[in-house]
């Protein structure tokens, strides 16, 4: 018997032991830095090329969907240009993250250099070296129109603003120390991609800037993954503030029986669009998307026609799990 407790004892302290260790190793690598090159990409005075970039975020890249705080979401959903000030949030499994805030101030982008904004949303390494969550899909944006919104923030008014710090309980330190890596580019990114009406343009924009591709896909909510084949929707998003309730994005694909636009025309979807949000508890950023060119729909509108049907049935549109 009293070898038995003895072994018993051994062991207890061999698994203490163990976890102590797991805990420490966790919150080390919690802080885990990564290393990225610095693009060369500075901010430009060109009026043309300002104004490009405010067409980007404002519109197509939706900054403001995600870079504002929740008191300014009913001129978000107007498609206003809004102080991008920061401070929204998204509550995850594992803890809540904030953005940051992206005007010339010192609580915000000052002390940035154009590179390290580069860095940031081409490499996902932020500036202090952390692996950034993949919330932001502009990894292969083009050299041209990164320059174009990096020249965009730096006109911005100044707004001084504190966003709280992101924090992550012990479940998301360690998905943090073991599972999240930068997101960066494909390949070699192009130095420039033409806006035309096409397909192909359609693609970059629906992959690159708009991330169309990042919610109507399936993915973990827990790393960010995908699980599912591009397009065919089934991502359940959660609701803010409404705990077990998820919303659904459908199937984009030209799927004749299950997706969800494969017998919309062209003016019809452009038309979807400039009718803004119908379903309150929705992700989609059907504010800023309200700033979306004609010709640029189209093409997105051309290139989703363009791609694999999947026949993939999501179910309801809104889910509530208890
Ligand atoms: C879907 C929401 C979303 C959109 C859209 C979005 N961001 Fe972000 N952004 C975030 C989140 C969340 C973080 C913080 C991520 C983290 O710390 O892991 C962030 C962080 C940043 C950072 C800080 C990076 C660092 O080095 O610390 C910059 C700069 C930034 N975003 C710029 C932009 C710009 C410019 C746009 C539009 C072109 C944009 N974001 C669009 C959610 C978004
Ligand atoms: C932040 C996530 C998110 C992004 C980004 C997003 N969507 Fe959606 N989308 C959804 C969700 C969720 C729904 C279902 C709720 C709704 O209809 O608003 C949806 C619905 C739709 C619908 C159906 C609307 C209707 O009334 O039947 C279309 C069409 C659509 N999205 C196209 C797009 C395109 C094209 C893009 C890129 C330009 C895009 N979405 C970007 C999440 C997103």
Same mark, same amino acid.
């Not at 949030?89 to 594992?94: A, E, M, S």
């Not at 982008?109 to 490499?123: G, K, N, P, V």
């Not at 479940?171 to 096409?198: N, R």
């Not at 992959?207 to 909510?221: E, P, Q």
């Given at each position: 018997?009293?070898?038995?407790?003895?072994?018993?004892?051994?062991?207890?302290?061999?698994?203490?032991?163990?976890?102590?260790?797991?805990?420490?190793?966790? +919150?080390?690598?919690?802080?885990?830095?990564? $290393?990225?090159?610095?693009?060369?990409?500075?901010?430009?005075?060109?009026?043309?090329?300002?104004?490009?970039? $405010?067409?980007?975020?404002?519109?197509?890249?939706?900054?403001?969907?995600?870079?504002?705080?929740?008191?300014?979401?009913?001129?978000?959903?107007?498609?206003?240009?809004?102080?991008?000030?920061?401070?929204?949030?998204?509550?995850?499994?594992?803890?809540?993250? +904030?953005?940051?805030?992206?005007?010339?101030?010192?609580?915000?982008?000052?002390?940035?250099?154009? +590179?390290?904004?580069?860095?940031?949303?081409?490499?996902? /390494?932020?500036?202090?070296?952390?692996?950034?969550?993949?919330?932001?899909?502009?990894?292969?944006?083009?050299?041209?129109?990164?320059?174009?919104?990096?020249?965009?923030?730096?006109?911005?008014?100044?707004?001084?603003?504190?966003?709280?710090?992101?924090?992550?309980?012990?479940?998301?330190?360690?998905?943090?120390?073991?599972?999240?890596?930068?997101?960066?580019?494909?390949?070699? &990114?192009?130095?420039? &991609?033409?806006?035309?009406?096409?397909?192909? +343009?359609?693609?970059?924009?629906?992959?690159?800037?708009?991330?169309?591709?990042?919610?109507?896909?399936?993915?973990?909510?827990?790393?960010?993954?995908?699980?599912?084949?591009?397009?065919?929707?089934?991502?359940?998003?959660?609701?803010?503030?409404?705990?077990?309730?998820? /919303?659904?994005?459908?199937?984009?694909?030209?799927?004749?029986?299950?997706?969800?636009?494969?017998?919309?025309?062209?003016?019809?979807?452009?038309?979807?669009?400039?009718?803004?949000?119908?379903?309150?508890?929705?992700?989609?950023?059907?504010?800023?998307?309200?700033?979306?060119?004609?010709?640029?729909?189209?093409?997105?509108?051309?290139?989703?026609?363009?791609?694999?049907? /999947?026949?993939?049935?999501?179910?309801?549109?809104?889910?509530? $799990?208890?």
């Amino acid at each position: 018997m009293k070898t038995f407790l003895r072994i018993l004892k051994r062991i207890g302290l061999i698994l203490l032991v163990i976890l102590v260790l797991f805990v420490a190793v966790v +919150y080390i690598r919690a802080d885990r830095t990564f $290393e990225a090159p610095l693009p060369e990409i500075s901010a430009s005075r060109d009026s043309a090329v300002i104004a490009r970039g $405010e067409y980007l975020v404002y519109g197509p890249a939706h900054c403001a969907d995600c870079h504002t705080s929740r008191d300014q979401r009913a001129d978000v959903l107007a498609g206003k240009h809004v102080p991008l000030h920061g401070g929204g949030y998204f509550d995850l499994p594992f803890g809540r993250v +904030y953005t940051h805030n992206l005007t010339s101030d010192a609580t915000g982008l000052l002390s940035f250099s154009d +590179y390290e904004i580069a860095r940031s949303l081409r490499y996902g /390494v932020a500036k202090d070296g952390h692996a950034l969550l993949d919330f932001m899909p502009f990894h292969n944006l083009s050299d041209e129109d990164l320059t174009a919104v990096i020249s965009f923030l730096r006109t911005l008014e100044p707004v001084k603003y504190e966003v709280p710090k992101t924090e992550f309980n012990f479940i998301g330190k360690a998905i943090k120390a073991f599972m999240i890596k930068p997101i960066g580019p494909d390949g070699e &990114v192009a130095k420039s &991609v033409t806006p035309a009406l096409s397909a192909e +343009y359609g693609k970059y924009l629906a992959n690159s800037i708009a991330n169309c591709r990042g919610c109507h896909t399936n993915r973990s909510l827990a790393t960010g993954e995908y699980t599912g084949p591009f397009f065919a929707g089934g991502f359940h998003m959660p609701v803010d503030d409404k705990p077990g309730v998820f /919303v659904v994005s459908p199937n984009l694909t030209p799927d004749p029986e299950t997706g969800h636009i494969a017998k919309w025309s062209e003016d019809d979807f452009v038309k979807r669009f400039r009718e803004g949000k119908k379903i309150p508890d929705s992700p989609m950023p059907w504010g800023p998307f309200s700033n979306f060119s004609d010709d640029d729909l189209r093409s997105i509108y051309r290139f989703l026609h363009t791609i694999e049907p /999947v026949k993939q049935v999501n179910g309801p549109t809104i889910v509530v $799990e208890n």
